[in-house]
């Protein structure tokens, strides 16, 4: 098991910055391929940043290129998804995610989820 609890989240005006992070616990957290996903009310559930156990490779949304950075430290056992520029689109719930293989785009291979910190964003 790995629990993942994320935090950072909040108000912030259009054109601010916030950071999130999601701390694990558990197995081996460098391990799993990490992955920020967002979901909106009437949306579905999406991809944000991914990194990969190691941290070479990152995936980023078309949406959110240039603006927000995935990152993590495994010493800490941390994911961290830098956002900058926000935009009242970027409203969302954000949830950090883990999964075991590689990194995917797709939420429903994700074998650990955090339970999601709010993100809201005043135009």
């Known amino acids: 098991q790995v629990q993942l609890v994320e935090s950072g989240g909040g108000l912030v005006q259009a054109g601010g910055s916030l950071r999130l992070s999601c701390d694990a616990s558990?197995?081996?957290?460098?391990?799993?391929?990490m992955g920020w996903f967002r979901q909106a009310p009437g949306k579905e559930r999406m991809l944000v940043a991914g990194i990969s156990q190691d941290g070479a490779t990152t995936r980023y949304a078309d949406s959110v290129k240039g603006r927000f950075t995935i990152s993590r430290d495994n010493a800490k056992n941390t994911v961290y998804l830098q956002m900058n520029s926000l935009e009242p689109e970027d409203a969302a719930v954000y949830y950090c995610?883990?999964?075991?293989?590689?990194?995917?785009?797709?939420?429903?291979?994700?074998?650990?989820w955090g339970q999601g910190t709010q993100v809201t964003v005043s135009s």
């Open positions: 995610a883990a999964r075991r293989l590689s990194l995917s785009p797709r939420s429903d291979v994700y074998d650990y």
């Open positions: 558990g197995r081996t957290f460098s391990n799993y391929a």
